[in-house]
């Protein structure tokens, strides 16, 4: 599987920015998703995924406390896409936006060790 994240940039805090993930080489409906951060001189975090939707879960969502209520992730099958909308940034949103996969379904914590495929980051940079 192919993961190609797309869409960071510099933005000022208060607003909002769309990632894309776009996804190749494997049914991208029976992947479950996620989106992990890295910022300068941290390990890398979870940050939300969706689970793919032939599980029990139906498409459900998973959100770091952090970003809860101001990010929002979703996918299209049909684009073989998923997409992370991040509302109200914060300086400390600042970091290397990750997408990645995983066929095992995980509930509220995600770890990086538990997923199978990995993109290239998008840099996500927010001015204060």
């Known amino acids: 599987v192919q993961l190609q994240a797309s869409g960071g940039g510099l933005v000022q805090a208060g607003g909002s920015l769309r990632l894309s993930c776009a996804a190749s080489?494997?049914?991208?409906?029976?992947?479950?998703m996620a989106w992990f951060r890295q910022a300068p001189g941290k390990e890398r975090e979870f940050v939300a995924a969706?689970?793919?939707?032939?599980?029990?879960?139906?498409?459900?969502?998973y959100y770091a406390d952090s970003v809860k209520g101001r990010f929002t992730i979703s996918r299209d099958n049909a684009k073989n896409t998923v997409y992370l909308q991040m509302n109200s940034l914060k300086s400390e949103d600042t970091a290397v936006y990750y997408c990645a996969a995983s066929a095992r379904l995980y509930g509220r914590n995600w770890p990086t060790d538990g997923m199978d495929y990995w993109g290239k980051g998008t840099l996500v940079t927010v001015s204060s």
């Open positions: 969706i689970s793919r939707i032939s599980t029990w879960a139906g498409g459900s969502t």
């Open positions: 080489g494997r049914t991208f409906s029976s992947l479950n």
